[in-house]
């Protein structure tokens, strides 16, 4: 196994869990309605959970362990794609953010199901269950607005294209690309974009939403090599603020 | 006490018992499904392995420490418990006097499944005070990673429901 080209899947996605768990985990106590409050509180633990596993994988694998590797880089060393790093804006915005990367989150998960690296497809067969309720509970929402008021469907409309750019970043390919296609490990960002967006598409389709031309937009890429927006580094700071007072503290 | 050679698996499964899910105190860890093998070694050593519910379930430490506890109160020295997913819990492994145990504490059993959990399954929650059918799904989180919050319109009350996974 290609040890280079598996770190650099788990880092990524793992990443991308921890940052966008702790994005979710800011709308407890501002949900518009108290039980999405408990919705994006309960996504978000498990994100955080999952991200703690993938990390336990890679501490397996010779890396520091879980809390050195969540509280102690900066941003440059986060493979998270920019798109989970943004700011949560209104529900509109959140919303659109969960239903783009939690549609992607499930058909990733369940192709690693299907990995050669059993640690991996072990995990990822329990994550695959749990992120069926993200996927399902962002759709239930998508097709509700989606289909509702004026305000409603114009503010997700806004928030679907200006997401786009950045949901297409998300599938930006490893280095090692090939050389997890070709050991098994993963089938790869262009299947796994594919099958994506024929369930955006699908989903998309029932309501009054239009879906941009995604052929004719340019993907916002970067993050997987660590290049953010200026919004990652001020989330980091204050994400491990409480473990830097005293790293070496036992909870 | 007894020695250490005459130990069966199914008494350390006993011992067990006593072990609950610190979420669900009326629920044992052997009931909820968690615990997918026990072996004893020629030596005498003891591995328990352990498989959590939720990727990200807090309980879950608390869970492996009681284990080690009514080992290590039992006088097995020699003994590791493993928590891995080897073995993926699914709701399906909690037993039938876990269920019923659920429903006595109140919260609705999951739904028995095939594997493939969509939306028909997560709604369909048969209310634990009343029985009733007549039933509605509020949301599919609750105040823990395994639940979900519905609505009787029978018996007019609020209910939580052991999520199927």
């Known amino acids: 196994m290609n040890q280079n080209a598996i770190k650099d899947l788990l ?44 990390y336990k994988i890679l501490n397996e694998l010779g890396e520091s362990d879980p809390d050195t590797v969540a509280f102690m880089r900066n941003a440059e060393q986060f493979h998270n ?130 879906l941009p031309d995604m052929e004719s937009i340019t993907p916002v890429y970067g993050g997987r090599y660590g290049k953010h927006t200026e919004h990652l580094q001020p989330l980091l700071t204050e994400m491990s603020e409480v473990f830097n007072v005293d790293p070496t503290a036992d909870w | 006490m007894s020695s250490v050679k005459d130990l069966e698996v199914s008494e350390i499964k006993e011992w067990l018992e006593e072990v609950k899910d610190p979420e669900i105190p009326v629920l044992s860890l052997n009931d909820l499904g968690v615990i997918t093998g026990i072996d004893v070694d020629s030596s005498g050593k003891v591995t328990v392995n352990m498989t959590p519910t939720f990727t990200g379930c807090p309980a879950m430490d608390v869970m492996q420490q009681d284990v080690k506890d009514v080992l290590v109160k039992k006088g097995i020295k020699d003994h590791e418990v493993i928590v891995s997913f080897k073995t993926q819990w699914n709701s399906n492994m909690i037993s039938e006097r876990g269920r019923k145990a659920l429903k006595d504490f109140g919260l609705a059993p999951p739904p028995e499944h095939n594997m493939i959990v969509d939306i028909d ?18 949301t599919p989180f609750g105040p823990t990673l395994c639940r979900s919050m519905h609505y009787c319109h029978n018996c007019l009350q609020a209910f939580e429901q052991f999520k199927p996974l």
């Open chain 2, 121 to 138: 399954i997560i709604e369909r929650a048969s209310c634990p005070h009343c029985n009733s059918e007549n039933t509605e799904m509020k």
């Open chain 1, 81 to 210: 794609s920019q798109f989970v790093e943004l700011p949560n804006g209104e529900y509109d915005f959140s919303l659109i953010r969960h239903f783009l990367f939690d549609t992607a989150e499930l058909i990733r998960f369940q192709m690693l199901a299907e990995s050669s690296f059993e640690t991996l497809a072990n995990l990822a067969k329990k994550i695959k269950g749990e992120t069926k309720y993200h996927s399902m509970h962002a759709n239930i929402w998508i097709k509700q607005l989606g289909s509702a008021t004026e305000e409603s469907i114009s503010r997700l409309q806004d928030s679907l294209d200006k997401s786009m750019p950045y949901a297409l970043g998300m599938f930006e390919v490893s280095e090692f690309e090939q050389d997890l296609i070709n050991e098994g490990l993963f089938a790869g960002e262009e299947a796994l974009k594919a099958q994506w967006k024929t369930k955006v598409t699908e989903v998309i389709s029932e309501t009054s939403l239009i």
């Open chain 1, 11 to 54: 880092y990524k996605m793992a990443d991308d869990q921890l940052i966008l768990g702790h994005k979710n985990s800011e709308w407890t106590g501002f949900g518009p309605l108290l039980e999405e409050d408990i919705a994006f509180s309960s996504m978000a633990q498990d994100k955080v959970g999952q991200s703690w596993q993938l």
